[in-house]
Each structure stands twice: as C-alpha cells, then as structure tokens.
C-alpha cells in the first residue's frame, strides 16, 4: 500500500520521481506528491487523485532539483485530500517526509509534541506526526538528517517505511525501514530509493535489499546501510533479471488481461525449475528431509485473499497424498487466537509481495514458537521469504494488476509440488500416482492456452450479465476454494455483490435468496463429487436462478439443468482448479471492462498491503 520513490543524482529529479511512482500506481493509492531539494529549500507539490491530476496541477511550473522523493497515498489516517497527500514537512519546512505504512503511536507523539514544543498541526496524518518529530529533533541534536531519522524511529512503534530529505544537507536522501518494503536502486552517478522494483527499472537493474530495522543513506555516489544499533552493514547488489517491459502492458488494454494470458508461461516456470527430466521434483534450496517430514504432527497454512484460497487448495493436496493433517488460517486471525504451533509444526506462509504484513506477522508468530516455516512467494529477496527457513519461489515475473491472476495459478502450483514432494518422503502414495500427476502438471500450460481461446465466448456472457448485483459461486472439494476466488476476482474489480459457498451448504440458508435470474456460477468439474453437484444445479435451478456452469469437456449431461456451459480441457479431478479458475477470471475482467471500471487499480484497494 502507497510507493515511495526516492532519487539523487546529477539529473533533474522531478520527472524521474514521476515516473517512478507511475510505475507504482498498481500498490493503489489516492493521492500524490513530490518534494524537490533545491537552492531555495525544499518545494513541495502534491495533490489529490491520480498522478496525471499532480502533472496538470504543476504543468508549467520550473520545478527545479536534482535530489527529491515522491509519494503515491493510500489513506488509513485522514480522507483523501490535497491537505492530507505526501510529502509532509516539519514546522520550519527544513524537513520533508514520505512514508509508507502505520505509526501506531502518533496520536501519543502528537501530543507530546503539542505540550512539550508547542507544534501545531494541520491533518490529522500520522505522517505530518513523523515529519514534526524528526524537525524537532534534527533542531536539538544540531541539524544532523541522520540523527534526528535514527532518534525518531526508536520512538515510533508500527510498521513503516520512510524518507527523509532536508535543505541543509544537499544530495542526500535518509531512508529507514520497520516492517514495510524498502529497496535502494544503485546507479553511475545516482542513487534511488524505492518501495518496489519497477519504480527503478527504468534506470537501474542493480539493487540493494533493506532489511528490517535498517536504514539507509543515499548520496549520488554511494548507498551506506546502517543497522539499528548505528554499525555499518555490508549488502551485496543483487542484479534484477527482468526488463523494463516485463512490467509493460505489452499490448494488452490492461496489465490484468495481460498477465491473465501470461499464465501458460508462468506455470511453465515454476513446473520446468521444479521437475527434473526424470520426472522427479526437486525442491532445490528447500532441505526438508525423510525425517523432518516425518517429525511433524501437522502443517500450517497461513496467508490473506488470494493467497489464502490457494492455501484451501493445499490443505487438500497435502492432507489427500502426504496423510499430514492440515490447519488452514487467514493471517490476520492467527495470531490473535493462540494458535498451537510448537517445533513439530510446518508453517507455510504464502504471499505474492512477501511484504504482506498479517502474513509476515504470522510468521514470525510461529517462528518464535519454534515452528519450520516454509515461504511460498514471487518477489525474490523479499521480506517473507528472507525470514523463512527455505523458500519455494513461484517464478510468475512482475504482477502488476491489484487482482491477482498468475500469482495465484502459480501458487496452486506450488502446492501440487510441495504436497507430491511430501508424500514421496512419506511414502504415503504410490509411483504412479505420483508420476501420473506429474504428468498432469506438466502439461497444464498447454490446456491453460487451450481455456484461453474460449475467451470471446466468456465476453459474450459477460455483455449480458454484466448489470447483474449479486452473483453466488457454488462447488465442492477443490471447486468450493475456485468458488471463493472467483467470488474474490468479480467483487474486486466490477464491485458487483458476489460470494462463494460449499455447494452442500445452500440447504443451510443460502438458497433462501434465489430469486427468479439470480446468477449462480456452478463449478462442477470433480467426477467423484459431479452427481451431488449437479443435484445442487437442479435445486437453484428450480429456484429460476440463471446457472453458468463450468465443467470438463465431454460432460454434456450438465447443461440440461445449466442456462450456459462453459467447459475447460479433460484433466485429472486433483488439478482442475489450475484450469476452472482461468474463466472465472476472465468473466470478472469482461464484466468489469463493459462495466467501464479502472480494472488494474480498483478502488480502495492495494497490491501489497503492508498494514494490518
């Protein structure tokens, strides 16, 4: 949530940090600004709305400064304003602060600072909070940006990311991390900060990863990493490998539809840097062995939204091939309710971002508690996956819509291989189920592509369907988690009212609402479960509700109780979801186009949210 673009160099700094924050516009956000540092001091400008409102708003002045930082905002404390926007300056405008996440202390500094130096205050921001502590405090300690930043944090408790420039020290940007992503671009001549990779790719490919509790200086010519005891820190530049145009729309209307058709590739990935010609899983740099896996007395996965659905899938396949019993828990309630974790305990922890703050919470919940905590993520070096014991990376390349579409194919992925993986060392199936799901897996990119071509058809039922206001999705066994992400997809981005039950679970309420073309997408694709579901059909249909059913190719009994059919290539029942999810995706893209929705920047929400 919100992106922080920092630059110092020997170039005019305004249309770098602009464009920078464009390419941050997927993290969601409401309003921007920039800070500039020049020889009349710092000059701020920001403004409520998109970036383009901040560019017509400055259009024509000479803004003028070759060190500054910029903000796109997400608002958690004060509405969306102008006022309100970042950057905020301390009470002698010395001082200007961008900052990414919660201080959970302001409404306690605020007050201080109001009794003890008369400061006033003109939002209700706890950012301005953080900008008229570090003024205060670079006054006392004699005008040092790296004190007064290093003096304020230890008094600030929350989860943030920030910098900090100011007018007496030219060329030179603070930044510290708590909790939020940070990364620091390096350059000939120039360096940035950033809160994610394709604010910098433009101009540099090599980075440094802050840590937590790390801050960092920024001068043209070098980066300086410091501890939180104020000791040099040494860090390696890490060398992006992906282009400028990996995080391009590439043609595509928008990044969602784009990395929709990107799925075939992704999957591709993550199943080639897994599967060995032998046919065997590999779960390279993963050192779980026969004897740790059978060590456990259960697995934990953890995760929110997307994630968390494909964490559904997991339990499934781990529980169905490995035997492991399996507990399954949205991260923003696990660690609230005393969970039983003990060293016995394999944590998964599952996050696009790997900066998804309630799962990393979790984590370091269980990894205190002594438990092996196993990281599913996409973002190499991120912060999930750098406090994890091993990590299984999906490999999906940039995601840059806010709904999640590869990202999670890609994760169901990963739980294939883990739970195949797992029940090898147990010994809990036999050689050719195992094989034979490897085989099923491997050829997943091809009937991926082939669900794709059915795309004109899915925008044909998406033009008369699209002024609907409430849409249930039903299924069973792994369908009722596609279910729950369909449901996911459709109400995040057309703002259409959708939910998602166990199909067996109507009787118990839920059919009460159907209503004469009440919309029920029906996912119906497990053989073992077809004849309970298809009963499910039978009774909403009675009801004069409007059934879209998705099922296997070759099932034509389904449509006699369905309005429409949409049907994905013949697979095995374990591995449908890769492919029943691809439609459902794409419905809610269509519906949300005709609807005339900003599809990859959907309101009030954000790619990577970083509070809690």
């Known amino acids: ?181 940070l990364i620091a671009g390096v350059g000939n001549g120039c360096k940035f900060i950033a809160s994610d990779i394709p604010a910098l790719l433009k101009y540099v490919n090599d980075i440094c990863l802050i840590e937590n509790d790390e801050m960092v200086v920024c001068t043209p010519d070098e980066v300086k990493i410091y501890d939180s005891s104020r000791r040099p820190v040494k860090r390696d530049i890490m060398k992006v490998n992906w282009s400028i145009e990996d995080a391009e729309k590439g043609g595509y209307e928008h990044f969602m539809l784009k990395e929709i058709y990107e799925q075939p590739k992704a999957v ?113 070096g991120s912060s999930v996956a750098r406090e994890s014991d091993d990590v299984f990376y999906t490999w999906a390349g940039p995601e840059i819509a806010v709904a999640s579409t590869k990202a999670y194919t890609t994760q169901l992925v990963c739980m294939y291989l883990i739970g195949l993986y797992l029940a090898d060392l147990m010994g809990t199936i036999s050689k050719e189920y195992y094989d034979g799901i490897v085989r099923e897996l491997m050829v997943m990119p091809a009937k991926i592509t082939e669900a794709l071509k059915r795309s004109n058809e899915i925008e044909e039922l998406a033009k008369h369907l699209y002024n609907r206001t409430q849409v249930f999705f039903i299924g069973r066994g792994v369908d009722s988690a596609v279910a729950l992400e369909g449901s996911l997809k459709l109400k995040e981005i057309s703002y259409i009212n959708s939910f998602a039950i166990a199909a067996g679970e109507l009787k118990h309420g839920t059919i009460a609402l159907m209503e004469p073309e009440t919309i029920v997408i029906a996912i119906a694709t497990q053989d073992y479960l077809f004849d309970k579901m298809y009963s499910n059909i039978v009774e909403v249909k009675a009801r004069m509700a409007h059934v879209v059913s998705i099922a296997k190719e070759g099932n034509t009994k389904i449509e006699k109780e369905s309005t429409e059919t949409i049907y994905i290539p013949d697979c095995a029942d374990e591995v449908t979801p890769i492919l029943s999810v691809v439609p459902l995706q794409l419905f809610a893209y269509y519906v949300a186009k005709i609807k005339g929705e900003d599809i990859d920047k959907p309101r009030n929400l954000a790619k990577s949210v970083t509070v809690e």
Request: aromatic share 6%; charged share 25%; with cysteine.
């Open 1 to 181: 949530m919100c992106g922080i673009v920092g630059y110092t160099g020997s170039e005019q700094a305004k249309g770098i940090i602009l464009d920078g924050l464009k390419k941050l516009e997927y993290r969601g956000y409401d309003s921007a600004g920039i800070a500039l540092q020049n020889k009349e001091g710092i000059l701020v400008r920001k403004k409520q709305g998109k970036i383009a409102d901040l560019e017509a708003f400055i259009k024509g002045e000479r803004l003028v400064g070759t060190t500054g930082i910029g903000h796109t905002r997400w608002a958690t404390h004060g509405v969306p304003s102008d006022l309100n926007a970042h950057p905020h300056t301390s009470s002698d405008g010395e001082i200007a602060v961008v900052h990414n996440g919660i201080v959970e202390n302001y409404v306690e500094l605020r007050n201080r600072l109001i009794e003890k130096n008369n400061i006033k205050f003109d939002t209700e921001t706890d950012t301005e909070v953080i900008a008229k502590l570090i003024g205060v405090l670079h006054r006392q300690n004699g005008g040092n940006l790296e004190d007064a930043v290093y003096d304020a944090v230890k008094e600030m408790s929350g989860a943030y990311a920030i910098g900090v420039v100011s007018s007496n020290e030219k060329d030179k940007i603070v930044a510290y991390r708590k909790d939020a992503p």
């Open 268 to 380: 591709e990935e993550t199943l080639l840097r897994r599967i060995g010609d032998d046919g065997k899983i590999k779960l390279d740099g993963i050192s779980l062995t026969a004897e740790d896996v059978k060590n456990f007395s259960k697995v934990y996965i953890v995760a929110c939204g997307t994630a968390y659905h494909a964490g559904m899938l997991g339990k499934y396949v781990i529980e169905k091939m490995a035997r492991i019993p399996v507990e399954i828990d949205v991260a923003s309630e696990f660690r609230y309710r005393n969970p039983v974790v003990d060293e016995k305990t394999l944590f998964i922890a599952i996050s696009q971002s790997g900066e998804t703050l309630d799962t990393l919470a979790a984590l370091r919940e269980a990894k205190r508690c002594g438990a092996r905590i196993l990281s599913i993520c996409n973002v190499v």
